[in-house]
């Protein structure tokens, strides 16, 4: 059975930081393009960062130049660094999986696997 993990949410002021982490069960890590999406009240799901094996990553232009994705192997875990957080961050974050490269990055029905999701607060 697929799963994946996701961690490190909390409540953080403006200006500050957080690392996701999403670690991955029952799957060979490497072999998949891994995905960081995030949802806010009332809005749609949407794309914030994703990465494949090797090839540079792709960054939502909300959050180009504050979030950093990066992923360890061995370790089955991806990470996504976020700086300079903004009170429109705030959403539950959710890290997903895709057996084969997307089309589409930010198309949510080309992932195959789902993390349960972690929250992300930013406020004063």
């Known amino acids: 059975e697929v799963q994946l993990q996701a961690s490190g949410g909390g409540l953080v002021q403006p200006g500050g930081s957080l690392r996701l982490s999403c670690v991955a069960s029952?799957?060979?890590?490497?072999?998949?393009?891994i995905g960081w999406f995030r949802q806010a009240p009332g809005k749609e799901r949407e794309g914030v960062s994703c990465i494949s094996n090797g090839v540079n990553p792709y960054y939502a232009d909300s959050v180009k130049g504050r979030f950093t994705i990066s992923r360890d192997n061995p370790k089955n875990t991806v990470y996504l660094q976020m700086n300079s957080l903004k009170p429109q961050d705030t959403a539950v974050y959710y890290c997903?999986?895709?057996?084969?490269?997307?089309?589409?990055?930010?198309?949510?029905?080309?992932?195959?696997?789902w993390g349960q999701g972690t929250q992300v607060t930013v406020s004063s």
């Open positions: 997903a999986a895709a057996r084969q490269n997307p089309r589409l990055v930010w198309a949510t029905n080309e992932y195959d696997y």
């Open positions: 029952g799957v060979t890590f490497n072999d998949h393009y």
